[in-house]
């Protein structure tokens, strides 16, 4: 249904809820409220279907502004299909962001839609936000084989991209592809202004592709490139800005691993196996968009890809060249900070149990720290160039006997 009229019935006004305010959605009534939104919605409003003669059809080639706002919201994923119609899906957090989106949209014809929905699953009545326009509008000007208008301005696109979907984590700004050719084509385009950013392998969807950029200064730089164009959109630079309080979320995961410690003087020199607990933990602040520091699934399938899938039901010693000396908690730990600070640069603290009474407790550099100064070294003295001491002559080598295996 269309934006409803949101005036309260004045027979349930009471001095604990007033009347509520125009322009107020009845999720919004429901949330101010602490109340069910199926107590607020009428059940006719369950039933209601779109029909293509509702929405206008758009008179001439739409402006500038609305085919910018289309492509960033087509690169952050949010175009989707649905039967006839293409739906801008908004939460509610976002509402004042979607209508923004709106005002430039109208071009297609699209419409502010907040649907009410009875998830059988959950046994609540939800609401869908979105804008909503028949596919045919927007397909139209996409099928042209000759446009007499330029394609929308990069960095238009590029600020609706980031408003959107965007995500800044201690200082580090991630950009969420859906389409990696996509992904690639804006930071190609990046680097032309001097931006660098990195490619994760970490995107939520198969196609998808996630960067992060490749520095604290690269954030900045972009920011300030597209300060201009993210002020008018509401909330859009606050996000990135505002002053939240800042907490430590964390995150368990389990994996089973054999190792031994080489020299050791007592049983650990043996190959044991066990169950290792690993607690992430990653600080920073709140954002006030989505009310989280860092998402759990995001934060799981970065810990599992990095580390449990490589370790679990493997032996520690032979999974990575840091770890064939000595698998210790320790230096366990050390390894898996390199590994997951790229990804998580909110990196606070890993808490690594190797048994119930056992465990290591570790806090390693900032990710601006090792892009300056590398790996520790504690990891690599395998690595280095051992042979060249003069001391080394004293030892007479032995032929090492071909294992057909490549390192």
Not at 180 to 203: M, P, Y
Not at 362 to 379: C, F, K, S
Request: net charge negative.
């Amino acid at each position: 249904m269309s934006l409803p009229d949101s005036r309260a019935d004045p027979a349930q006004s009471s001095p604990r809820h007033p009347p509520e305010p125009l322009g107020l959605t009845l999720q919004e009534q429901a949330i101010r409220r602490h109340l069910p939104l199926e107590l607020l919605v009428d059940r006719s409003a369950l039933t209601h279907r779109d029909r293509l003669g509702d929405y206008p059809s758009p008179g001439g080639f739409p402006s500038e502004a609305a085919r910018a706002v289309l492509l960033g919201l087509r690169w952050a994923g949010l175009l989707r299909e649905d039967a006839d119609f293409v739906w801008i899906p908004g939460e509610i957090r976002r509402l004042e962001l979607l209508l923004w989106d709106l005002s430039s949209l109208q071009d297609y014809g699209f419409r502010f839609r907040q649907d009410y929905v009875y998830a059988g699953s959950t046994h609540r009545v939800v609401a869908l936000n979105g804008l909503k326009a028949p596919k045919a509008n927007v397909e139209h000007f996409r099928s042209l084989g000759v446009c007499p208008i330029a394609p929308p301005d990069f960095l238009a696109s590029l600020a609706v991209f980031l408003a959107h979907v965007g995500e800044l984590h201690a200082g580090y700004l991630f950009l969420p592809f859906q389409r990696a050719d996509q992904g690639r084509a804006v930071a190609v385009e990046l680097t032309r202004h001097g931006i660098g950013f990195q490619e994760l392998d970490a995107a939520d969807e198969p196609q998808g592709l996630l960067l992060r950029s490749a520095t604290l200064a690269d954030a900045r730089c972009l920011l300030d490139l597209l300060r201009d164009r993210l002020q008018p959109m509401p909330g859009a630079l606050e996000r990135f800005e505002q002053t939240t309080p800042e907490v430590t979320v964390s995150k368990e995961l389990v994996f089973d691993a054999a190792h031994f410690i080489t020299d050791h003087p007592a049983k650990c020199s043996n190959l044991h196996g066990g169950r290792y607990r690993l607690h992430v933990k990653v600080t920073g602040r709140i954002d006030p968009v989505t009310g989280c520091v860092v998402d759990y699934g995001y934060l799981k399938r970065v810990v599992s890809r990095r580390v449990v899938e490589r370790f679990d039901h493997h032996t520690l010693n032979y999974c990575a060249p840091e770890l064939a000396w000595r698998s210790s908690t320790e230096l366990l730990c050390v390894y898996i900070w390199e590994q997951l600070i790229d990804y998580l640069p909110g990196l606070d603290e890993l808490e690594l149990y190797e048994t119930p009474q056992s465990w290591c407790r570790y806090r390693g550099p900032t990710l601006e720290h090792l892009q300056r100064h590398g790996p520790d070294p504690v990891l690599t003295y395998f690595q280095q160039d051992l042979g060249s001491s003069p001391l080394r002559r004293q030892i007479q080598p032995l032929p090492v006997r071909d294992s057909g295996l490549e390192r």
